[in-house]
């Protein structure tokens, strides 16, 4: 009797097919393939509002026992519920530029304020650690709910306000290189951290830029002043140029409905929503 011959054809054929849809713009996956292959794969987290909850993406690093880690991944993630329901972010630069070769000099400051009490917030998140635990990057990610109707602080219908798209082997967001102005009329920020030496400090980084990104949008005050300096000589002049940006919000509702890690270099991405309160 003779032996089947496996079909080599057909398999790569659905090889190829398997390769070119991968390549196409595809649709973001729901919050239910939070912990699928494919999505950890893709290095990719999209956390909209789901069914009247909030979901929350907390991070933390690996330690020898992973209920550790589980740990401070909740206490991160009831640190961004505490985020969500007010944060007042404060942001500085003072860049001087002299008139002499390398007199120059940047500095950056911003500072974060929030409920500093987050923690007993951790009773009322909830997860599976079966499906909603996992690691990555040495890093331990834990999705929560938060349950309650966040329509007071969030008003929004990602089904019908968010529509991103995935393209390229990569599955870049369709955000990055064409950010949206508002989602739902909510300010929006994007936030971006090269690879650190502990990829939860990358994902972390992102985050708080992308809260940055939205008080120096809707809070700046720019400044600028130059002093011209004239010797005896005829081309004794020089001159020292000194600037900056101050910035100060108040936020409330902010959420992340986007996380990407660039699998090229570790770049962490974080696209995000907030209502502006107040200076």
Not at 167 to 194: K, L
Not at 211 to 224: L, M
Not at 229 to 244: F, K, N, Q
Not at 258 to 275: E, F, G, M, Q, Y
Request: hydrophobic share 40%; aromatic share 12%; charged share 20%.
């Amino acid at each position: 009797m003779p032996v089947p011959r496996p079909c080599f054809r057909t398999a790569g054929l659905l090889l190829f097919v398997s390769f070119l849809f991968w390549g196409c713009k595809t649709s973001a996956p729901g919050v239910e393939n939070f912990s699928s292959r494919q999505a950890l794969q893709r290095e990719h987290f999209y956390t909209p509002p789901q069914k009247g909850k909030l979901v929350f993406l907390g991070v933390a690093g690996i330690r020898s026992k992973l209920e550790d880690s589980i740990q401070l991944a909740l206490e991160d993630a009831a640190r961004k519920v505490a985020i969500f329901e007010r944060v007042e972010g404060e942001f500085a630069t003072f860049t001087r530029m002299g008139g002499r070769f390398l007199d120059y000099r940047s500095e950056t400051n911003s500072s974060l304020i929030y409920d500093t009490g987050f923690r007993r917030y951790i009773e009322r998140l909830e997860f599976d650690r079966e499906k909603d635990v996992f690691t990555s990057e040495n890093a331990v990610f834990v999705r929560v709910v938060s349950p309650g109707n966040p329509g007071e602080a969030l008003r929004m219908n990602p089904e019908q306000d968010y529509h991103p798209s995935y393209s390229g082997s990569a599955a870049r967001p369709s955000w990055i290189d064409d950010p949206p102005q508002t989602i739902s009329g909510y300010a929006v920020g994007i936030g971006y951290a090269g690879r650190r030496n502990a990829h939860r400090d990358t994902v972390i980084s992102s985050y708080e830029n992308a809260i940055f990104s939205i008080v120096r949008d809707t809070a700046s005050v720019s400044w600028g002043r130059t002093i011209g300096y004239r010797g005896g000589g005829l081309l004794d002049y020089a001159a020292i140029t000194r600037s900056g940006i101050n910035a100060r919000a108040v936020l409330n509702g902010f959420y992340v409905l986007d996380i990407w890690t660039d699998p090229s270099n570790k770049a962490v991405w974080t696209l995000a929503v907030a209502a502006y309160a107040s200076q």
